[in-house]
C-alpha cells in the first residue's frame, strides 16, 4: 500500500509563495511520473505540473514561469514552488504519482489534497 502525505498550503497574500510537498510512503520499488493538480470551487481538476523520473518537466500555460517542480528520488517526494501567486491560483492542490510495487506492478495514487488560498 502507498500513501501521498502533502504539505504547505496555506493562505497567503497576492504575490506571495508557497512551497509544496508531496511525499510517497509504503511499499515502493521506484516513483515514476509525479504531479501536482488542482481543483478550484465548481471547476474541473486541472493538471498544474509534471515532473518525470528523470526529471524532465511540464507545466500548465496558467503557470507562466511563476512556478517549480522538483523532486527527491531519496525521500520519493515531490515539491512545487510556487511564486506570485494570484487570487485565481486559489484551490485545492493535489500530488498525484504513478508507484512500481516490489512485484513490478503499476498503480496511480493521489493525495488527499491541501489548500491553497490567495488573498488579500
Known amino acids: 500500500q502507498v500513501q501521498l502525505v502533502e504539505s504547505g498550503g496555506g493562505l497567503v497574500q497576492p504575490g506571495g509563495s508557497l512551497r509544496l510537498s508531496c511525499a510517497a510512503s509504503?511499499?515502493?520499488?521506484?516513483?515514476?511520473?509525479m504531479g501536482w493538480y488542482r481543483q478550484a470551487p465548481g471547476k474541473q481538476r486541472e493538471l498544474v505540473s509534471l515532473i518525470s523520473s528523470a526529471g524532465s518537466t511540464n507545466y500548465a500555460d496558467f503557470v507562466e514561469g511563476r512556478f517549480t517542480i522538483s523532486r527527491d528520488n531519496a525521500k520519493n517526494t515531490v515539491y512545487l514552488q510556487m511564486n506570485i501567486l494570484r487570487v485565481e491560483d486559489t484551490a485545492v492542490y493535489y500530488c498525484?504519482?504513478?508507484?512500481?510495487?516490489?512485484?513490478?506492478?503499476?498503480?496511480?495514487?493521489w493525495g488527499q489534497g491541501t489548500q491553497v488560498t490567495v488573498s488579500s
Open positions: 509504503g511499499s515502493i520499488r521506484s516513483v515514476n511520473n
Open positions: 498525484n504519482a504513478d508507484v512500481w510495487n516490489f512485484s513490478w506492478n503499476r498503480r496511480n495514487y
